[in-house]
């Protein structure tokens, strides 16, 4: 089960830290994600990490912008988000998934999803 947090209305150009924080022992034996739905928009990947963190994937949108980081200890990740924009603005998911670190960007790929926490940015 993860649990997402840390959403709320930031400023454009602020900052925002999104948390998730899973249950269970295996939680560090797989890879975990960031999703993003904007209102009549599809979900998109945002940033991935492998299950010792030594890999990170982002979309082009946001590099350089957020950061993803993992704490296998406390059994939770993050998503750091610095200088959001508007378009910024979507409710986002973690997920986490044990298949290949290749198709770490494919939504079917993942079986377990958090319940989703709004972030708006506004300008």
């Known amino acids: 089960q993860l649990q997402a947090s840390g959403g709320g209305l930031v400023q454009a150009g602020g900052s925002l830290k999104l948390s998730c924080a899973a249950s269970?022992?295996?939680?560090?034996?797989?890879?975990a994600a960031w999703f993003r739905q904007a209102p009549g928009k599809e979900r998109d990947a945002v940033a991935a990490?492998?299950?010792?963190?030594?890999?990170?994937y982002y979309a082009d949108s946001v590099k350089g912008r957020f950061t993803i980081s993992r704490d296998n200890a406390k059994n939770t990740v993050y998503l750091q988000m610095n200088n959001p924009k508007p378009e910024d603005t979507a409710v986002y998911y973690c997920?986490?998934?044990?298949?290949?670190?290749?198709?770490?960007?494919?939504?079917?790929?993942?079986?377990?999803w958090g319940q989703g926490t709004q972030v708006t940015v506004s300008s």
């Open positions: 997920a986490a998934s044990n298949r290949g670190w290749d198709v770490r960007a494919s939504i079917p790929t993942y079986d377990y």
């Open positions: 269970g022992r295996t939680f560090s034996s797989y890879h």
């Open positions: 990490i492998s299950w010792r963190g030594g890999r990170t």
